[in-house]
């Protein structure tokens, strides 16, 4: 599975951006779907999965009620749709796929995207 993630930018404070990840392969429908984002020095950090099985998403607390993650199993797509950005937002998002466990640890996926950056200025 490649999965190809676009739809970065930048952005002013309090404005959206949708992110999208297209994977090739029709495996792609049966694997659960994650969005983590990694600023330079720090470790790449959790935002939002949907887990396969499970009806509701999971979201990290610092986007929680501002970020929807979604998808599109006819076009093999997920989705980020971000809104109310903060500058604190500023990273490179990845999209991951297939999950063994916790969808919170970056090893716990089998797949992932080349990056999109995120800037959002105050």
């Known amino acids: 599975v490649q999965l190809q993630a676009s739809g970065g930018g930048l952005v002013q404070a309090g404005g959206s951006l949708r992110l999208s990840c297209t994977a090739s392969?029709?495996?792609?429908?049966?694997?659960?779907t994650g969005w983590f984002r990694q600023v330079p020095g720090r470790e790449r950090e959790f935002v939002a999965a949907?887990?396969?099985?499970?009806?509701?998403?999971y979201y990290s607390d610092s986007v929680k009620g501002r970020f929807t993650i979604s998808r599109d199993d006819r076009k093999n797509t997920v989705y980020l749709q971000m809104n109310s950005l903060k500058p604190e937002d500023t990273a490179v998002y990845y999209c991951?796929?297939?999950?063994?466990?916790?969808?919170?640890?970056?090893?716990?996926?089998?797949?992932w995207g080349q990056g999109t950056q995120v800037t959002v200025s105050s």
């Open positions: 392969g029709r495996a792609f429908r049966s694997y659960s």
């Open positions: 949907l887990k396969k099985g499970v009806e509701s998403p």
């Open positions: 991951a796929a297939q999950l063994t466990t916790s969808p919170v640890v970056p090893g716990n996926w089998g797949y």
